[in-house]
């Protein structure tokens, strides 16, 4: 569906909801069952290739469990709900202050590292 211009410019975008986002509430929905990579990727309606990757970063952070050809929401639901808690803080905290300007944040950097990313050489 398309936006004015004003919106665009302003920002005012409607925010899709990310895949790896859509992977853990459709598990999470389902928390009863495992699913194949292609069985979720049909479910949410979107390309295998980017719903394995999605598993993969989702698995790293112990978000779902892999057997097999089978993927399944952690049983560790506290974690889920820690890790988009997180998310959703700072999505409010966005909305409510604009974000990171990443040009103003170089701005604001100090112009010599933090003496624990000094190498030896850098402190004499």
Known sequence: MPVSIDDFESGNVPQETTVPEQVVGFLADNRDKAFTRSEIATAIN??????????????????????????ALTADRERVAA??????????????????????????????????????????
């Open 83 to 124: 890790a988009y808690d997180l998310h959703a803080a700072t999505e409010r905290l966005d909305e409510s202050d604009g974000g990171i300007d990443p040009d103003e944040w170089q701005a604001a950097a100090p112009d010599t590292s933090h003496p624990s990313e000094r190498s030896a050489d850098e402190d004499n």
């Open 46 to 71: 979107e390309d295998t290739n980017t719903v394995g990757t999605a598993l993969s970063r989702l698995k790293d952070r112990d978000l779902v469990r892999h057997k097999g050809r089978y993927w």
